[in-house]
């Protein structure tokens, strides 16, 4: 169901009908709808992110797509990486939300197995389908068990 807009020109004595308490019940339901709107993946195997001097979709099962109502979503990964120079990145609908060379997240020197993880608030998106894409630069090993994922709150 969508969202009804509550009545509110309530006068003093009138009784609740039958179609007033539908569109209560209605409503509850589309927040409930609303506060479930969550994609997610992990991978279960390596994937390994080749060499590239722009940032690159790491793996499709990382392009997640929400519907949203329009708001704020929280935007998660974390994962094990194993590379002496990386730089992970979040693309929203072709927008990249981190600085130009180096991404939300970024490490170097002798990484080896090193933990990376980040949570983006993304503030104000527009109601309707959005794509999120996790991406990756430069030669790097994402380790099984990573995990992505998005949630309107």
């Known amino acids: 169901m969508a969202w009804t807009t509550p009545k509110t020109d309530w006068e003093t004595g009138e009784l609740v009908s039958a179609d007033d308490l539908n569109a209560v019940s209605e409503n509850l339901?589309?927040?409930d709808r609303v506060r479930k709107t969550v994609a997610a993946h992990a991978t279960t195997v390596d994937i390994r992110i080749p060499h590239s001097a722009t940032f690159v979709d790491i793996d499709?099962?990382?392009n997640l797509t929400i519907t949203t109502?329009?708001?704020?979503?929280?935007?998660?990964?974390?994962?094990?990486v194993t590379a002496s120079d990386f730089k992970i990145d979040v693309d929203?609908?072709?927008t990249r939300q981190g600085q130009a060379d180096h991404g939300l997240r970024y490490g170097g020197g002798n990484a080896n197995n090193e933990l990376l993880s980040f949570t983006?608030?993304?503030q104000n998106l527009s109601a309707g389908s959005h794509t999120f894409k996790?991406?990756?630069?430069?030669d790097t090993t994402l380790r099984a068990g990573a995990q992505f994922w998005v949630r309107e709150i």
């Open 29 to 31: 339901a589309e927040l």
């Open 60 to 62: 499709s099962h990382f």
């Open 69 to 80: 109502a329009g708001g704020d979503v929280l935007v998660h990964f974390h994962g094990v």
């Open 92 to 94: 929203i609908d072709g």
């Open 120 to 122: 983006r608030l993304v």
């Open 134 to 138: 996790l991406q990756g630069k430069n």
